[in-house]
């Protein structure tokens, strides 16, 4: 299954909730309207502060991507059993790569551990699942994925969040425009941050200045666990279904059958 359909359920979950600006012009849900919505929601985001040069580097020449919005209405991994979705996304030999990947990062993923109270084995299920341990983050440019989910009238104030929190983060330096790529709705980096989960939750763990979901282990591992402890993980607690932590997965992914994955992953983990 590729990525970009198993990243699918976060774009519900509670992390990414934001206050957020006004829509742009209005919505549509073809084609016809999108160049009148670009250049209201450029001159917005101007206004907001974001500097002209970054708006224009980001969504200049840009068009209505369709294939974003097919995949969209098109979602079905979460509705496989939980027996199917685990045989497809953790089978044995992805759990046994986990355990390597695991012991090869054993310091880093102790020294995080111990900082923020979520177990590695969590941090790396999470890591597997979302990327394959960084093997694919998805390739498709932000700007066009959230500009036309912005612009489609069934999540449009969401995704004009986003996309104005992706403008902050190239417009703040943190990253180039060129490296801003994702799944089809926008997610970054190897455990798919969404911008504005970016923006609140990411850490620079190790040292060089700036949050690096994409090449950084150190940050990633980091700043998957700051997002969890920031939603009331509980260091030392179970993680199995129907304690406080398992709870805690919904604010990272709502769809019961990527929670009971990540639960049973973690724990396979410990063997």
């Not at 685990?86 to 054993?106: C, D, F, V, Y």
């Not at 009238?153 to 104005?164: D, G, Y």
């Amino acid at each position: 299954m590729r990525k970009a359909l198993v990243v699918a359920a976060l774009l519900l979950s509670a992390p990414l909730t934001l206050a957020g600006p006004a829509l742009a012009a209005k919505c549509g849900n073809n084609a016809a309207g999108f160049p009148a919505w670009l250049a209201s929601f450029k001159r917005e985001a101007v206004a907001s502060g974001i500097s002209s040069r970054t708006v224009e580097a980001a969504l200049g020449g840009m068009t209505y991507n369709t294939k974003v919005i097919r995949l969209d209405r098109n979602q079905k991994s979460f509705k496989l059993s939980f027996e199917q979705f685990l045989a497809r996304r953790a089978p044995p030999s992805t759990i046994a790569i986990g355990k390597r990947r695991m012991k090869q990062h054993e310091v880093v993923l102790d020294r995080v551990e111990r900082k923020y109270g979520v177990p590695k084995e969590v941090i790396v299920s999470i890591w597997g699942l979302e990327s394959g341990f960084g093997g694919f983050m998805g390739d498709i440019p932000i700007f066009s994925s959230l500009s036309a989910l912005a612009y489609d009238c069934r999540r449009s104030a969401f995704f004009t969040n986003e996309l104005m929190s992706a403008l902050r983060i190239a417009d703040r330096g943190q990253m180039r425009i060129s490296e801003m790529k994702g799944a089809w709705a926008g997610e970054i980096g190897q455990t798919q941050f969404l911008a504005s989960s970016y923006e609140r939750f990411a850490v620079d763990f190790d040292g060089d200045g700036r949050p690096n979901l994409i090449r950084s282990p150190a940050d990633v591992f980091a700043s998957t666990a700051n997002f969890l402890r920031q939603h009331g993980w509980q260091k030392g607690g179970d993680w199995s279904p129907g304690s406080s932590n398992y709870a805690v997965l919904r604010d990272w992914n709502r769809a019961e059958v990527y929670r009971r994955t990540i639960a049973h992953f973690a724990t396979e983990l410990t063997k």
